[in-house]
């Protein structure tokens, strides 16, 4: 099975960088520039080294006051081995240490990924300046007047344009009351629950999850426009344009690509599959440059809160690099969890970190419409019915093919996939 697709992109916009030109060159301005964003984080965490297939190899070692590159890897904790091309694609971030590992671009020489993983936001850092998450992160987020926001503001369409997009900008997620009434929801479930019972596990188009029992449920729908055209034409309705533009008029909703109108469906006691996502960003395996930043437009069929897996947010993530966190685990990080009613809409941007932790009940069936409204320039980089988590439905290294969206119980998320 093809475990590429997804990343195929003009050379001439992401060029394979010489290695040693690259870290003799442009990373040591690089660290004078940047290297502040990451001390703290950084501090008492052993140096790593990349290491490409001719021998040469640079290690990246912390100090007190920067980050030293160095020639050789004697120094590293763990030696990441990659080729040109591979090491290129995660310093432009089109493909994160989760990408180069689903799609077996990397091995160690020592060391280890969780070693590897640790380093990420420091390296992304380094190579374009992006800072990274933390407590403090929550003190930056001003209004236009200088006033802090009240995370726990619902909006409705009466709302201004421009007061709804200063929020969801600056936060990266809105949450807009009574979008839909009960006569449009019907129609929605209607066509939502026909396309759940025409999936089948098999059609990798949708992903698939095993409940503690043994049943296999259904946890997201791609493409629902395969099964209706209401799917299109609800995607270009008025309202959803109106919504899904709120992080720019240039943004334009995807039907055809990167999964397409999609539904996510909630169940109570999965065991194994992706039916409760882990902290992450939606581009956790890569494409960032030219899928971000993006928004996803959430049409809420039924009722959330923790009872039935609501999804929960970290805001001001969308400009951060983030360290992996486990779900109860978040420390002094901000959460914001979502309560909304059938009808809400939920916008968010897809680099704001976000879960959708497990229901606490034994009745969840949670539903909810997803449209995501890309920059145009996404259009030239990811051909029709492709998307860059295609990558899930690949050949194991076992020779299985994880047809059914990963519910192998020895498969290990990274970065949230």
Not at 46 to 56: E, M, Y
Not at 216 to 236: A, H, T
């Amino acid at each position: 099975m093809e475990t590429n697709i997804a990343f195929a992109q003009p050379n001439a916009d992401f060029p394979t960088l010489n290695f040693g030109e690259y870290h003799c060159q442009i990373l040591p301005d690089n660290v004078k520039k940047y290297a502040s964003l990451a001390m703290e984080d950084i501090q008492g965490v052993a140096p790593i080294a990349f290491k490409i297939p001719n021998g040469d190899s640079y290690t990246y070692c912390p100090t007190a006051t920067t980050i030293d590159i160095i020639a050789g890897d004697d120094l590293a904790k763990t030696i990441v081995l990659l080729d040109q091309k591979d090491f290129s694609d995660l310093v432009h971030e089109i493909k994160t240490v989760s990408g180069l590992v689903r799609t077996f671009r990397v091995d160690f020489e020592k060391g280890d990924l969780d070693h590897f993983r640790r380093w990420q936001p420091t390296l992304r850092a380094l190579f374009s300046g992006r800072p990274i998450y933390s407590a403090k992160t929550q003190q930056q987020l001003l209004d236009s007047s200088g006033e802090p926001f009240e995370f726990s503001r619902k909006f409705t369409l009466d709302d201004s344009d421009e007061v709804m997009s200063e929020y969801l900008t600056s936060v990266g997620l809105i949450h807009i009351k009574g979008v839909f009434d009960e006569q449009e929801l019907a129609e929605l479930r209607f066509h939502v629950d026909d396309a759940i019972f025409r999936s089948h596990p098999d059609d990798n188009k949708s992903w698939w999850s095993t409940t503690t029992d043994g049943r296999e449920v259904v946890s997201r729908i791609n493409y629902l426009n395969r099964f209706s055209r209401f799917f299109d034409e609800f995607g270009i309705s008025d309202r959803i344009q109106r919504i899904g533009k709120l992080a720019g008029q240039h943004l334009r909703v995807a039907l055809d690509r990167v999964d397409g109108p999609m539904a996510f469906v909630k169940a109570s006691n999965v065991d194994t599959g992706l039916a409760n996502l882990l902290w992450h960003k939606d581009c956790g395996i890569g494409g960032h440059p030219f899928m971000c930043h993006m928004v996803q437009v959430g049409v809420q069929l039924d009722h959330a809160n923790a009872s039935n897996g609501q999804v929960c947010f970290m805001p001001g993530s969308h400009r951060c690099s983030n360290h992996p966190v486990d779900i109860g685990e978040e420390g002094d990080l901000p959460v914001i969890k979502l309560d909304t009613e059938p009808g809400d809409v939920t916008v968010h941007d897809g680099d704001t970190f976000h879960c959708t932790p497990a229901p606490t009940s034994n009745n969840a069936g949670r539903r909810v419409l997803y449209y995501k409204f890309e920059k145009p320039e996404m259009w030239d980089y990811i051909p029709k019915g492709v998307a860059y988590n295609d990558v899930l439905f690949r050949e194991e290294s076992t020779g299985r093919v994880a047809t059914r969206a990963t519910t192998w119980k020895d498969n290990r998320q990274v970065d949230g996939y």
